[in-house]
């Protein structure tokens, strides 16, 4: 341990990260519910706090031209290549405090006790708090990483949110230029790598033990949209037999699913999530059903293997139930591998605070899925109670924020780049 780390291992970051997350966490669309959305009021009253606290740390800091909160802190000169750590400040609705701002505050709180020492580094740190991961508002997920990424897709600037405002129109009221949003892109000459500290949002620390995991693999996902036609009828008068029941049908499909997921030994996952008869009358033999399926495998190969196997068995109860089923791809995120390289600092910087060194995959999604096509990436997953995410519920323990900061910290005065840049 160095001095200067031994120093911050003595001091204790954790009460005034849980201190921000609570004061980020009251700037919602409503005091009943967390939300906070994509180019909303909120969004921009969460960007200026978030602004001044990079600026109190010793960052220069901006918003891009997306919305990203974008903080630098300089090496031993200044324009040097960059470590950028990060997650995201939007929500979802109804949501807990700590998905995506922990990562942004943790990494913001160990900038700033790196400018408290005078410390600078053979590299410059940047901290982005991307700014809509969750893609509640248009239904475009990763926005934010996907611009810095150079990955935008311009398409999107057309989508409509709930109340009819394009994106497009939403840029433009909240003072961004949506003709400009490639200034956003970063070269990937500029970064050395990617690192995000986010909480599991799963319960497999919590099991182990531990308050601090590896990421091995941000799991692909594909997702479905399936439907399936029968035929309506009177429910008094149609004898069971002659049925053609699109809901038990479906209802079939859904344990099918379950089955095949539960004793696969992949790590597969697989979700019905929605679910939707027609015509949906008390006394009418349903005779049309939609519902979704999301599945994620922490490889493309078992994923897609496993798309295949789930359409071919639901396939064949449709069959049997003389049922027509439709199956269409709505969307598509490939596996995002943790760089082997960066991800061994990673386990060497939590081994080094003292804790077993646990390597899981993360099931959810993140901003490294989009970093990937500009950086390496790796991840830190922080213990959350219960496993509780997406839920008002969720929460992470003072202590365990503690142990991640100073987990990422010793990352950051430790680290070491590639010897050869990854992406060119």
Request: hydrophobic share 45%; glycine share 10%; with cysteine.
């Amino acid at each position: 341990m160095t001095a200067d780390t031994a120093g911050f291992k003595h001091s204790s970051l954790g009460d005034e990260i849980v201190e921000r997350i609570n004061q980020l966490g009251k700037i919602s669309e409503t005091p009943e519910h967390l939300a906070r959305v994509f180019l909303t009021s909120e969004h921009r009253a969460a960007a200026d706090l978030i602004l001044s606290w990079m600026r109190d740390a010793g960052m220069q800091a901006h918003l891009d031209a997306i919305g990203n909160v974008c903080g630098r802190y300089e090496g031993e000169r200044p324009g040097l290549p960059c470590l950028m750590l990060g997650s995201h400040y939007d929500t979802v609705r109804d949501a807990g405090k700590w998905d995506g701002p922990l990562g942004v505050l943790t990494a913001i709180a160990c900038v700033a006790d790196l400018h408290k020492r005078g410390r600078r580094l053979p590299f410059a740190i940047e901290v982005t708090g991307f700014a809509d991961e969750e893609g509640v508002r248009f239904a475009s997920t990763l926005l934010g990483s996907r611009a810095i990424a150079g990955t935008f897709n311009e398409r999107v600037l057309t989508s409509k949110d709930a109340e009819g405002i394009s994106m497009r129109e939403a840029l433009t009221q909240f003072g961004l230029d949506p003709d400009h949003i490639g200034a956003a892109a970063r070269a990937p000459s500029e970064l050395l790598a990617y690192v995000e500290l986010h909480i599991e949002q799963g319960p497999v620390l919590e099991a182990e033990n531990l308050p601090v995991g590896v990421v091995t693999a941000i799991a692909g996902a594909t997702r479905l949209a399936a439907n399936i036609t029968g035929m309506a009828g009177h429910a008094g008068t149609v004898p069971m037999l002659l049925r053609r029941d699109a809901l038990t049908g479906a209802a079939e499909c859904i344990t099918t699913i379950e089955e095949l997921c539960r004793t696969d030994d992949g790590g597969l996952v697989g979700t019905v999530g929605y679910i939707h008869a027609m015509p949906g009358a008390t006394n009418v033999i349903p005779g049309q059903v939609a519902f979704t399926i999301d599945l994620r495998a922490p490889t493309d190969v078992h994923r897609k293997r496993a798309v295949t196997d789930i359409v071919r068995n639901i396939d064949a109860v449709a069959k049997r139930r003389n049922l027509v089923l439709k199956v269409d791809v709505t969307h598509e995120n490939r596996t995002v591998p943790c760089a082997p390289w960066l991800k061994a600092q990673v386990a060497d910087a939590v081994a080094a605070e003292g804790y077993r060194v646990f390597e899981l995959p993360s099931g959810a999604g993140h901003d490294g899925m989009a970093m990937i096509d500009i950086a390496d990436v790796a991840m830190l997953f922080v213990r959350c109670r219960g496993g509780i995410s997406h839920h008002p519920d969720e929460h992470v323990e003072v202590a365990d924020v503690e142990t991640g900061a100073r987990v990422l910290l010793r990352l950051i005065e430790n680290f070491r780049p590639a010897a050869k840049p990854a992406k060119v």
